[in-house]
């Protein structure tokens, strides 16, 4: 899923030194104009609202204080998404202590269960995705949306690719099932 920063009408170099300078206006306007598309991003990590807008907030701070960082002509979208999923690892690192799952437990489940998915609002499938344990959260989302590879993901979470492909497995088996909790209570 690609979102769109949207950066004010001068040039986005006169902008990264007003932000760079720390000049409220720039800070209000980038935080303004990108809240809602990266706290959708934040929302997938998180395993609740409050979470989510902890690594929003963060990400802000960081974005704000490494902004000089920041190289002209480069994907301004690209350096605050990689900021804001960083965010989200590290607070996944800090907060959970990773349960390493025996991958011969580990089984393939494939859902056919799209009548169900479509009848649920974002929000209802995205609170779905928040009750998965956060070590299946956080590789769920890097791999199906951010589309990251397994060995990318093994890095960047610092476990076993062998334990990435369990974790996806795992989340996909348990989001199907509580999807068709989900789709059972709508009927």
């Given at each position: 899923?690609?979102?769109a920063i949207q950066l004010p009408k001068q040039s986005e170099s006169d902008f990264i030194l007003a932000l760079i300078n720390?000049?409220?206006w720039a800070q209000k306007q980038?935080?303004?104009?990108?809240?809602?598309?990266?706290?959708?991003?934040?929302?997938?990590y998180a395993g609740n609202n409050e979470d989510a807008f902890d690594i929003l907030h963060e990400s802000f701070i960081k974005i704000f204080n490494n902004i000089h960082k920041y190289k002209i002509?480069?994907?301004?979208?690209?350096?605050i998404k990689r900021i804001l999923i960083n965010t989200a690892i590290d607070?996944?690192?800090?907060?959970?202590?990773?349960?390493?799952?025996?991958?011969?437990?580990?089984?393939?489940?494939?859902t056919d269960i799209p009548?169900?998915?479509?009848?649920?609002s974002s929000e209802e499938i995205m609170q779905a995705m928040q009750q998965?344990?956060?070590?299946?959260?956080?590789?769920?989302?890097?791999f199906v949306i951010e589309g990251y590879s397994h060995r990318d993901?093994?890095?960047?979470?610092?476990?076993?690719?062998?334990?990435?492909?369990?974790?996806?497995?795992?989340?996909?088996?348990?989001l199907k099932t509580i999807l068709l909790a989900l789709d059972s209570g709508l009927r």
């Open positions: 899923m690609d979102i720390h000049e409220r980038l935080y303004e104009s990108n809240y809602s598309c990266l706290l959708a991003i934040a929302m997938r002509d480069t994907s301004f979208t690209a350096w607070f996944y690192r800090k907060e959970i202590k990773r349960k390493v799952e025996d991958l011969d437990q580990a089984y393939y489940l494939s009548d169900a998915v479509s009848k649920m998965l344990p956060p070590s299946y959260r956080s590789v769920f989302n890097l993901i093994s890095k960047m979470l610092g476990i076993n690719e062998s334990t990435c492909r369990s974790n996806l497995v795992k989340a996909r088996a348990r």
